[in-house]
């Protein structure tokens, strides 16, 4: 959590040199989590813009590695070093290795990665045909305008690079310089990489930022977390924040990050709240007004790259490297948050607890409501709206049937239907009798794979997004079926098959499964949304 970081939370005292009741937060700002800083000096001046900043583990004197566009240095704030005097043409980031002897360094013109030895101090090839651009894994791996490196949480021997014009996570065993390719899908030019967990946040395009998961079985997912592929600049819930064009992300603490969102010379740092889920301000106090982080908020150039460090945020600009030091986590000050409620099918109105305990019958529309926190008179926004989705009590079972002897013509599927019928009809009287209704409506369906036939007998008790899970009715009927014989088989009378065809039960339960009230829609467990049906 927030106030487990080494930044000191607190609700309404602000830092010495602002005064609390001179404090007033931009009215657009309440209800924002809320970064500020209060101390900042000059690191170190360069000589060009900042592509990249990690701490300098391998020189015990030096505080920052950092890469301009064409050289590495290295400064503990009074003398810098120029590690190679080679010039190396638009480095975009870098990492070090495990061993911390050398560094990858990420050249994106010349779409590859060179190796620099700390000791040695000069550059070899390491990955990717410097000059050639492509896309080809294995010993003699191809990349086209990679941007950023980072090592593997799980295994500090490989590395996790970001190739932004092939739309890909490729992966980089730095033993045997074999590489892979992690995810092409549902990503977009790839860019900053930052670990969260054992989870990557990358940001994609500049403009939104997508969280890539590994699950046990070794399949990978990338998912949108906040921002979306429409350029903007709006802060908020991460669903509704937008980015211009984020140059850099970095890590505050285990539940926030930093992200500088630069375009034109402009260039703003976020806030990314993981607790909360928004996007947060970041400002700069000068005197007792709160300066945007802007080139009119202490950046002479705007801010580019990012690097927090032990109780400091270095801010890498045009010409210098800031030190920002003295922070404050604001939480919002108007702590009370939108909420959205769903009507059931049919249903006309629906009442909404709100948050003063009131509970009142809404129909459907948007209602802003007033509540006062601490000496705030706060607004927050009722949603009463038709659900997109539904989670419906639905009877299931598996039988062990050849596929090809049912539900394949005219005849097997109107004598597979009449059994499911007969069976619903068992389920009503049997396991449901007064608690639960089996839908009049929906008709028991089913799909059959190889020996596998799977049949749903759907309720009509439906539930709506958000509503708590019917758990006793749900248990209740969990033992009414155990207790029953219904579902156990299939009597299944097939044309080229006498006596009747048995199918065998080989599990049964009952589940809430959820579905689209469009019903041109289909649901994406994935996704847990509906997508068009095409």
Same mark, same amino acid.
């Not at 704030?77 to 990492?95: E, P, R, Y």
């Not at 109780?311 to 920002?324: N, T």
């Given at each position: 959590?927030?106030?487990?970081?080494?930044?000191?939370?607190?609700?309404?005292?602000?830092?010495?040199?602002?005064?609390?009741?001179?404090?007033?937060?931009?009215?657009?700002?309440?209800?924002?989590?809320?970064?500020?800083?209060?101390?900042?000096?000059?690191?170190?001046?360069?000589?060009?813009?900042?592509?990249?900043?990690?701490?300098?583990?391998?020189?015990?004197?030096?505080?920052?590695?950092?890469?301009?566009?064409?050289?590495?240095?290295?400064?503990?704030?009074?003398?810098?070093?120029?590690?190679?005097?080679?010039?190396?043409?638009?480095?975009?980031?870098?990492?070090?290795?495990?061993?911390?002897?050398?560094?990858?360094?990420?050249?994106?013109?010349?779409?590859?990665?060179?190796?620099?030895?700390?000791?040695?101090?000069?550059?070899?090839?390491?990955?990717?045909?410097?000059?050639?651009?492509?896309?080809?894994?294995?010993?003699?791996?191809?990349?086209?305008?990679?941007?950023?490196?980072?090592?593997?949480?799980?295994?500090?021997?490989?590395?996790?690079?970001?190739?932004?014009?092939?739309?890909?996570?490729?992966?980089?065993?730095?033993?045997?310089?074999?590489?892979?390719?992690?995810?092409?899908?549902?990503?977009?030019?790839?860019?900053?990489?930052?670990?969260?967990?054992?989870?990557?946040?990358?940001?994609?395009?500049?403009?939104?930022?997508?969280?890539?998961?590994?699950?046990?079985?070794?399949?990978?997912?990338?998912?949108?977390?906040?921002?979306?592929?429409?350029?903007?600049? &709006?802060? %908020?819930? *991460?669903?509704?924040?937008?980015?211009?064009?984020?140059?850099?992300?970095? #890590? /505050?603490?285990?539940? +926030? !990050?930093?992200?500088?969102?630069?375009?034109?010379?402009?260039?703003?740092?976020?806030?990314?709240?993981?607790?909360?889920?928004?996007?947060?301000?970041?400002?700069?106090?000068?005197?007792?007004?709160?300066?945007?982080?802007? &080139?009119? %908020?202490? *950046?002479?150039?705007?801010?580019?790259?990012?690097?927090?460090?032990?109780? #400091? /945020?270095?801010?890498? +600009? !045009?010409?210098?490297?800031?030190?920002?030091?003295?922070?404050?986590?604001?939480?919002?000050?108007?702590?009370?948050?939108?909420?959205?409620?769903?009507?059931?099918?049919?249903?006309?109105?629906?009442?909404?607890?709100?948050?003063?305990?009131?509970?009142?019958?809404?129909?459907?529309?948007?209602?802003?409501?007033?509540?006062?926190?601490?000496?705030?008179?706060?607004?927050?926004?009722?949603?009463?709206?038709?659900?997109?989705?539904?989670?419906?009590?639905?009877?299931?079972?598996?039988?062990?049937?050849?596929?090809?002897?049912?539900?394949?013509?005219?005849?097997?599927?109107?004598?597979?239907?009449?059994?499911?019928?007969?069976?619903?009809?068992?389920?009503?009287?049997?396991?449901?009798?007064?608690?639960?209704?089996?839908?009049?409506?929906?008709?028991?369906?089913?799909?059959?794979?190889?020996?596998?036939?799977?049949?749903?007998?759907?309720?009509?008790?439906?539930?709506?997004?958000?509503?708590?899970?019917?758990?006793?009715?749900?248990?209740?009927?969990?033992?009414?079926?155990?207790?029953?014989?219904?579902?156990?088989?299939?009597?299944?009378?097939?044309?080229?098959?006498?006596?009747?065809?048995?199918?065998?039960?080989?599990?049964?339960?009952?589940?809430?499964?959820?579905?689209?009230?469009?019903?041109?829609?289909?649901?994406?467990?994935?996704?847990?949304?509906?997508?068009?049906?095409?």
């Amino acid at each position: 959590m927030l106030n487990q970081w080494y930044f000191k939370v607190i609700l309404l005292t602000i830092t010495s040199c602002v005064k609390a009741d001179e404090y007033i937060s931009p009215p657009e700002w309440r209800g924002l989590s809320t970064m500020s800083y209060d101390d900042i000096s000059s690191f170190v001046r360069t000589p060009s813009i900042i592509t990249h900043m990690e701490s300098d583990r391998f020189n015990r004197t030096s505080i920052l590695l950092y890469s301009t566009k064409n050289f590495l240095y290295s400064s503990d704030g009074c003398v810098t070093d120029t590690i190679v005097l080679d010039a190396v043409n638009s480095i975009t980031g870098f990492t070090q290795s495990a061993s911390l002897r050398y560094v990858f360094v990420v050249v994106q013109e010349l779409h590859c990665v060179k190796l620099l030895s700390r000791h040695e101090k000069h550059y070899q090839s390491f990955v990717g045909k410097c000059g050639s651009a492509g896309f080809q894994d294995g010993e003699h791996a191809l990349f086209n305008r990679p941007y950023a490196a980072v090592l593997d949480a799980k295994d500090r021997d490989k590395l996790i690079i970001s190739d932004t014009h092939n739309h890909a996570l490729r992966y980089v065993d730095t033993t045997t310089k074999m590489t892979s390719t992690i995810i092409r899908s549902d990503i977009r030019h790839p860019q900053s990489l930052c670990w969260h967990d054992m989870q990557l946040l990358v940001v994609n395009k500049g403009r939104y930022i997508s969280l890539v998961s590994w699950a046990y079985n070794g399949s990978v997912s990338n998912n949108v977390l906040a921002g979306s592929k429409t350029a903007g600049d &709006t802060f %908020g819930r *991460f669903s509704d924040a937008r980015f211009r064009a984020i140059s850099d992300i970095a #890590k /505050l603490g285990d539940d +926030a !990050y930093i992200v500088v969102d630069y375009q034109d010379d402009v260039g703003k740092m976020k806030l990314i709240d993981m607790s909360k889920q928004v996007v947060g301000h970041v400002c700069i106090y000068e005197g007792y007004s709160c300066k945007r982080t802007t &080139t009119t %908020g202490g *950046f002479p150039y705007g801010p580019r790259s990012l690097l927090n460090l032990e109780g #400091k /945020l270095y801010v890498g +600009a !045009y010409s210098r490297i800031f030190a920002f030091s003295q922070s404050q986590y604001y939480p919002p000050l108007c702590p009370y948050e939108n909420m959205t409620v769903y009507l059931k099918p049919g249903q006309k109105e629906t009442k909404v607890e709100l948050v003063d305990g009131n509970i009142i019958s809404l129909p459907e529309g948007s209602y802003v409501m007033k509540k006062k926190a601490m000496s705030e008179i706060c607004t927050y926004t009722v949603n009463v709206t038709k659900t997109p989705l539904t989670k419906r009590i639905t009877f299931s079972a598996e039988y062990e049937v050849e596929c090809s002897l049912v539900g394949t013509d005219d005849y097997s599927k109107r004598v597979l239907e009449t059994v499911l019928n007969h069976q619903k009809n068992k389920l009503q009287s049997i396991v449901c009798e007064l608690d639960c209704s089996l839908s009049t409506s929906i008709n028991p369906y089913y799909h059959c794979n190889g020996r596998h036939l799977t049949v749903h007998w759907p309720t009509d008790n439906v539930y709506v997004l958000g509503s708590s899970e019917p758990a006793v009715l749900m248990d209740k009927l969990r033992r009414h079926l155990s207790k029953s014989n219904v579902m156990k088989r299939l009597e299944l009378f097939v044309l080229s098959n006498r006596p009747a065809l048995i199918a065998k039960e080989r599990s049964r339960k009952v589940e809430l499964l959820t579905s689209c009230m469009d019903t041109r829609k289909k649901y994406n467990a994935r996704l847990n949304n509906c997508i068009s049906d095409k």
